[in-house]
């Protein structure tokens, strides 16, 4: 087996940010170093012209190492590499001749070259480069076939300021890195939508502040430990989220005793919306999220959004609006949030549901309804705020159990 001592890391819509693209650049280098820092062994991580390079200094865990560079934004490969100084021809290729010889033991399989030569002072040109390389090899390893149309490995050779070769190619999680596109709140609660759609904005380059609203007695402290949990488990890709746990016991109350049960729903939710885009204005957030899909459920009717939407003056994004459910569940098992969202404590929007809630509510009504909590709604509003328990959830590997 191969003892890679470096990688190389690809990205993709960085590369045409233009003026700007050293912004991005310097930004998936930070990610990569603060990630680097939860694995054993010690790195150094090095830029060079539309790459960069990972090189392993230390004894290190493969494994660790390439799960930890999955969940950085921005990668789209992860290549483990050789990486190696520029020689002559026969050198470099001696090299990569005992590179395929160990990568590859069982010698049957089928393989393409691929060169580029970035460096146009490199003397040999890229299509003499794959014919020679390719006869090294078959020199080498007769048992070997070249297909250019459906082999079964590419061995990529890139002449740059170095020269580094790699035949096996991890994908990364795509997207933006984090922080490079400013920073929104994230209504989180313990299902399986919100955590999702979280990872979805923070995979555009935004980062996250989360708001969760707990209902003591009637939800548990292990229902509240769930959203830390999943808090810490979307920070393992989006970065450090501050979390603010919100005391909503007394608000769902007053609610449930002065207005109509069939509209308890979404009057709570328009009051979540309220003291989350308070949060999100006091943490310069540009915007809140949900995880709400058009249809899933009464208060995520095309009327219900639109009741909820008119207490909001920051954009609310619902990455998940035109999934279904089977997509949401898809990403949530991809993402390792699934097993900790179905278990089952239950949040208060689950708690307090109406036996038979209104699903094509009119704003004007919802809003008269609303009048009926002027005598006690603001200092209940104000009360929730001031007791708000904030902690940060920084992707710690051990979650709290």
């Not at 609203?213 to 808090?231: C, G, M, N, W």
């Amino acid at each position: 087996m191969v003892q890679y001592k470096a990688f190389l890391i690809k990205y993709g819509e960085i590369a045409i940010k233009g003026k700007n693209r050293h912004v991005f650049e310097e930004a998936l280098e930070r990610q990569i170093k603060r990630n680097l820092r939860d694995c054993e062994g010690e790195f150094a991580v090095e830029r060079q012209t539309g790459r960069i390079f990972i090189r392993c200094l230390s004894d290190y865990d493969y494994d660790e190492l390439v799960g930890a560079l999955t969940r950085i934004f921005g990668i789209i490969w992860i290549c483990p590499c050789v990486l190696t100084e520029i020689k002559s021809f026969d050198e470099t290729a001696g090299e990569i001749v005992r590179y395929i010889g160990e990568a590859f033991p069982d010698r049957h399989v089928s393989f393409k070259v691929k060169a580029r030569r970035p460096n146009k002072k490199y003397p040999i040109h890229t299509m003499d480069l794959n014919a020679m390389i390719g006869e090294k090899i078959l020199d080498a390893y007769p048992e070997m076939t070249v297909d250019v149309h459906h082999p079964d490995f590419e061995l990529n050779v890139e002449i740059r300021e170095q020269i580094n070769f790699y035949a096996r190619m991890i994908p990364g999680p795509g997207g933006m890195p984090v922080g490079t596109n400013g920073k929104a709140m994230l209504l989180l609660s313990g299902g399986i939508d919100s955590p999702v759609a979280g990872w979805m904005i923070a995979k555009r380059g935004v980062t996250l502040d989360a708001t969760y609203f707990h209902a003591p007695p009637y939800t548990s402290e292990r229902a509240k430990q769930k959203v830390i949990d999943l808090a810490e488990q979307v920070a393992r890709y989006a970065g450090p989220i501050r979390l603010h746990i919100v005391n909503f016991t007394d608000i769902q109350l007053y609610i449930y005793e002065q207005c109509p049960h069939d509209e308890l729903t979404i009057i709570m939710r328009r009051y979540m919306m309220r003291i989350a885009e308070h949060f999100a204005r006091e943490n310069a957030c540009m915007g809140l999220i949900t995880g709400e899909s058009i249809g899933q459920v009464a208060s995520q009717t095309m009327q219900s959004l639109l009741c909820t939407n008119a207490v909001c003056q920051l954009p609310v994004y619902r990455p998940l609006i035109g999934f279904d459910k089977q997509d949401i569940v898809s990403i949530a098992e991809k993402i390792d949030t699934y097993e900790t969202s179905i278990l089952p404590y239950e949040d208060c929007c689950t708690i307090f549901v109406a036996r038979h809630p209104v699903t094509k509510p009119r704003l004007e009504i919802i809003e008269r309804s609303e009048l009926k909590l002027a005598e006690r709604i603001e200092d209940l509003y104000r009360q929730a705020i001031e007791t708000t328990e904030t902690i940060i959830c920084d992707g710690s590997p051990s979650l709290r159990q």
